[in-house]
């Protein structure tokens, strides 16, 4: 099923998934459902007094650790960037996520269960353009030593590099790709989210991270995958940092044109450079 258009789209019929929350450890359940052309990606939280709507924006980025949250002063959706990525990936542009919970369901750690959901429900493109961006420059965004970079591109690309010094396992990876449904569905999509263990032990301490396990993320302890089936991908890291960043980069919702090559970014320099692409697009 690959639909590529200017056209805005939106799913055929309602998708309904039930989880837990990667973080909360929280049950969660959520609906989504075909939106009107201009919508946009608007979260409602149904759990809340009176139904208070997120759209899944720029504006609406509360904070960005080991996951991206949107929200306003009074509630907060954590980790919405698994699903957003796939939202990307099928150009879907129209679409109201009821959620009844904090988080949204981390499946089995990576964006499968989204993309079969999408492609069970189907698309349906709208009478009305896509908002697109395509960049004429190149557009940096550089701290320390992490840098991501768009340059003047046809298609949507990204190209990672992941580098990890503190763990001789996952040392360097790289992966590169063209954004469309098929590569995200075979080579994005299963990749699953993943830790160093002595990194994520003090949130584990603390019960920051309820929901984790090895049925939903891959751990590296002592430079050993401890997750019995091993990896998906040699490089599966670094193809789930592209799924991040896509889903990071949605945000900015617009069909991007540009080839974006990230070296070490995380979510909280995914959504700076995001911005930067943002304003740079308003100001053209």
């Excluded at 079969?116 to 009478?127: N, P, R, T």
């Excluded at 990230?262 to 450079?273: D, L």
């Amino acid at each position: 099923m690959i639909i590529s258009t200017d056209m805005q789209k939106t799913i055929k019929k309602d998708i309904y998934m039930s989880g837990i929350g990667l973080f909360t450890g929280e049950k969660v359940s959520v609906k989504m459902k075909p939106a009107c052309v201009d919508t946009g990606i608007v979260f409602h939280k149904v759990d809340v007094k009176g139904t208070p709507k997120i759209p899944a924006t720029l504006d609406y980025v509360k904070k960005a650790p080991r996951c991206t949250i949107v929200g306003n002063k009074n509630v907060s959706i954590l980790t919405v960037e698994h699903l957003l990525s796939s939202l990307k990936a099928y150009e879907i542009d129209n679409l109201v996520i009821e959620i009844n919970g904090p988080e949204i369901p981390v499946g089995d750690g990576s964006a499968q269960l989204f993309v079969e959901l999408i492609e069970e429900a189907g698309l349906e493109i709208q009478e009305k353009k896509k908002k697109i961006i395509k960049i004429g420059s190149p557009v940096f965004w550089t701290k320390g030593e992490v840098h991501i970079i768009a340059i003047p591109s046809d298609i949507f690309k990204i190209s990672y590099l992941l580098h990890y010094p503190s763990s001789d396992f996952l040392k360097s990876q790289y992966f590169t790709s063209v954004i469309n449904e098929e590569n995200f569905k075979n080579q994005i999509a299963p990749a699953r989210t993943f830790s160093v263990y002595e990194e994520i032990e003090p949130f584990l301490k603390k019960g920051l991270i309820k929901g984790g396990g090895l049925n939903n993320a891959v751990i590296i302890k002592d430079n050993k995958i401890l997750n019995p089936e091993g990896v998906r991908f040699q490089n599966e890291m670094a193809r789930h940092k592209v799924l991040d960043l896509m889903g990071d980069l949605s945000l900015i919702q617009a069909k991007l044109y540009a080839h974006v090559i990230a070296i070490r970014s995380g979510h909280f320099s995914n959504i700076s450079f995001a911005k930067k692409i943002k304003k740079l697009s308003e100001v053209e």
